[in-house]
């Protein structure tokens, strides 16, 4: 009792009264011990940049009045941009063409005029050496100096050298083979994976920290993928975590499995394939099958591909768990589960609770994206997607790319502040819907509703994409 009073005295000492009345106990005690689990994730409070104080001072990030989110939300965005701008050649010069300048914002209003980067910015890159001098032009700032050695280094050795040296470069992948590399500092990455963790603890009321925990995704120690990195974060919250995919995945095991191998080595690829993924989900589900009968709570994260397929398995042999609702799934990523087939979110929670014991109200999907550190999660009550409006500036473009109005389909574009390394204001190639209220909980922000797909004429990515891609080449185990 006495730990738990002081757990909440803490929360209450970091965060401030923003958590709604009657719940703040919960939600402040579950906050309060993720600040003590993630410790060294929070920089000192006198040092924190407005932007900071957007994410670590809030005790539940959906759950902030609009007029206190608001005045975070331009504190924070107006601080990142003017760092961008006089800290990054190649976006001062990018305002300069366009004509504005850190002093034309003065309201929320005034964000919409903060250029904003196409996501294709982060894939023109050239190769070898020169591809290290193209990662300091999109770096805000100076990167560390290091030793790159060889006239040709591949992308894996230019990254392994900045990141054994304090950055965090990650890339994600589309079916065009091309990457999008993106430059994070240690301070950068840590605010990132706060966020996404704390983002999943505001919104279930489960006990996240008892579960053990399955990643169906690679190991975040052997890779540089960013969905890969980014869950680093989830072996400091749970138990225990076990891996869908453990060897270590390069960049060119991630290039070989976006674009479908084809002839003798694809045939040979997809024999492997099947070997390796019906191993893969064999063991997932032996590790559920004992979770279920020693009564554990246990969370899986990652991927809706690979657990649909372990249900489909299940289904066909007529087992089913009781896992409960202590137990918790999160998937991301896209709901690609074959070539032009996609997964209602919808049918998979009610797989989900049939098959695992897995409520609906255990079971989100996740939204976000490698150039950005704004999580978008869904609420257990009506599973649209909420955006973290107090660091984060989520809005919709219309045809003409002018800023279009609640409740119009249309291009996906935010301006994030926690990015300090580069500039995170990105116009994405996602097709999105944004209201300016959930229509089913009372959390005040804006949401997306669920399954945002590409726009057309995009080339496929994400980090499900990557997963699928990677088992079905035989890459995993
Ligand atoms: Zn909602």
Not at 241 to 247: L, N, S
Request: glycine content about 10%; hydrophobic content about 40%; overall charge neutral.
């Amino acid at each position: 009792m006495r730990s738990m009073e002081v757990a909440v005295q803490a929360a209450r000492e970091l965060g401030d009264q923003t958590a709604r009345e009657g719940a703040i106990t919960d939600i402040g005690l579950r906050v309060a011990r993720l600040n003590e689990k993630l410790a060294r994730y929070i920089p000192p409070r006198d040092m924190w940049t407005p932007a900071e104080e957007a994410l670590f001072k809030p005790i539940d990030l959906f759950s902030v009045p609009i007029d206190e989110a608001h005045a975070m939300q331009l504190k924070a965005i107006k601080y990142t941009f003017t760092h961008h701008y006089n800290n990054n050649a190649f976006y001062r010069k990018y305002c300069d063409m366009r004509g504005v300048t850190p002093s034309d914002i003065k309201t929320n209003d005034d964000l919409y005029k903060i250029p904003l980067i196409p996501d294709l910015t982060f894939k023109q890159y050239p190769e070898g050496r020169d591809f290290a001098r193209w990662l300091a032009s999109v770096h805000t700032g100076e990167l560390p100096k290091v030793v790159i050695k060889g006239a040709n280094p591949t992308f894996d050795q230019v990254l392994n050298a900045f990141n054994a040296n304090g950055m965090v470069v990650t890339y994600s992948s589309g079916t065009s083979g091309r990457f999008t590399f993106i430059p994070r500092d240690q301070r950068t990455f840590l605010a990132s994976q706060y966020g996404l963790a704390k983002s999943v603890i505001n919104m279930w009321a489960g006990d996240l920290f008892e579960t053990d925990g399955y990643l169906l995704l690679p190991n975040p120690a052997k890779t540089n993928v960013f969905v890969g990195k980014v869950t680093s974060v989830y072996f400091d919250l749970v138990n225990d975590v076990q891996m869908a995919i453990d060897r270590e995945l390069t960049t060119k095991d991630i290039q070989t499995a976006m674009s479908g191998g084809q002839g003798l080595k694809g045939r040979l690829f997809s024999y492997v394939q099947n070997r390796m993924q019906e191993k893969t989900i064999g063991k997932i589900i032996q590790w559920l099958e004992r979770h279920d009968k020693a009564g554990g709570k246990v969370s899986l994260v990652g991927a809706p591909y690979l657990l649909y397929f372990v249900m489909q398995k299940l289904q066909a042999v007529g087992k089913s768990f009781d896992l409960g609702e202590d137990s918790y799934v999160l998937t991301g990523g896209g709901w690609k589960v074959r070539e032009n087939i996609r997964l209602p979110a919808k049918d998979f929670r009610k797989l989900v609770d049939d098959v695992l014991g897995i409520p609906e109200a255990s079971c989100f999907d996740l939204y976000g994206m490698v150039e950005g550190n704004g999580w978008m999660v869904q609420c257990p009550e009506g599973h649209y997607l909420h955006t973290p409006y107090t660091f984060y500036k989520p809005f919709v473009l219309n045809e003409d790319l002018k800023p279009a109005d609640y409740g119009e389909t249309g291009r996906f574009a935010f301006l994030e502040a926690l990015a300090g390394s580069y500039p995170s204001f990105i116009m994405t190639g996602d097709q999105a819907r944004m209201l300016e209220h959930c229509p089913v909980c009372d959390r005040p922000g804006p949401v997306l509703e669920p399954e945002v797909h590409r726009a057309k004429g995009e080339e496929l990515r994400g980090c499900a994409e990557e997963v699928r891609g990677v088992l079905k080449r035989g890459l995993g185990g």
